[in-house]
């Protein structure tokens, strides 16, 4: 059973470029949440999703972020015109929801690092 | 707002050393704790799950603890060897949640050989 999966593992754009992330829960998991840490920094929430469904995007900065996990495909962070400081390393993880949500374990994917000129 | 602090940030010790790593939480109102380690550069390796009702976990050399009560839980290694040297994070998933987990900054362990 392959682990959560991210690509890709490094990504270089310059300012006012797009980046896209992407991640592949592991097979029997339909719920993935995206997390980002910055240099000196611990892992922050950014936003919770189930398919075709965003459940909190209570962490995602207001502007130039969007997420989402459709029925078919990986879930996919997008950063449009990305400045320096969204240079970080940005992590996927996925849970087995089965009755209440909350107790599972969320299984981390190897993170997207992303550096921006 | 739910905080989490991991003290030390960083700890240096001989190899064979018992050790223990602490992670203290401000809201007790949780599902769950789980204990990470992470390698330079690379992604987070879950090592513990403790539920709220549980006391302690234990998995090999590694055992986790939790008071709920006092917002405090530990990690406890023993025999440390130099492969586990690592960042080790503590995080929480609050009841007031979705489901996100909130971190601490971690604990950098360097085990000399």
């Known amino acids: 059973n392959a682990g959560v999966m991210q690509n890709p593992r490094h990504l270089v754009r310059r300012r006012g470029q797009e980046a896209r992330l992407r991640c592949s829960p592991m097979?029997?998991?339909?719920?993935v949440y995206w997390y980002r840490q910055l240099p000196e920094e611990g892992l922050k929430f950014m936003v919770y999703?189930?398919?075709?469904?965003?459940?909190?995007e209570s962490g995602m900065p207001k502007e130039r972020f969007s997420a989402e996990f459709p029925k078919e495909g990986p879930s996919i962070l997008r950063i449009q015109q990305v400045v320096r400081g969204d240079s970080a390393a940005y992590f996927c993880a996925s849970s087995p929801i089965v009755g209440q949500a909350q107790a599972y374990e969320q299984y981390f994917g190897p993170g997207t690092r992303l550096t921006v000129t | 707002k739910q905080e989490v602090t991991q003290i030390p940030a960083a700890l240096s010790v001989p190899e064979g050393e018992n050790l223990v790593l602490n992670c203290s939480f401000t809201d007790s109102a949780i599902y769950n704790l789980q204990w990470f380690r992470q390698d330079p550069g690379k992604g987070l390796t879950s090592l513990l799950l403790?539920?709220?009702?549980?006391r302690e976990q234990t998995s090999g050399r590694l055992n986790a603890s939790l008071d709920k009560s006092s917002g405090r839980s530990t990690l406890y290694i023993a025999a440390s060897q130099p492969g586990d040297s690592a960042t080790y994070l503590c995080a929480v998933r609050g009841r007031g949640s979705q489901g996100n987990l909130i971190f601490g900054k971690g604990t950098k362990l360097s085990v000399k050989p």
């Open positions: 999703l189930q398919k075709e469904n965003i459940i909190d």
């Open positions: 097979k029997g998991h339909s719920h």
């Open positions: 403790i539920q709220s009702s549980q």
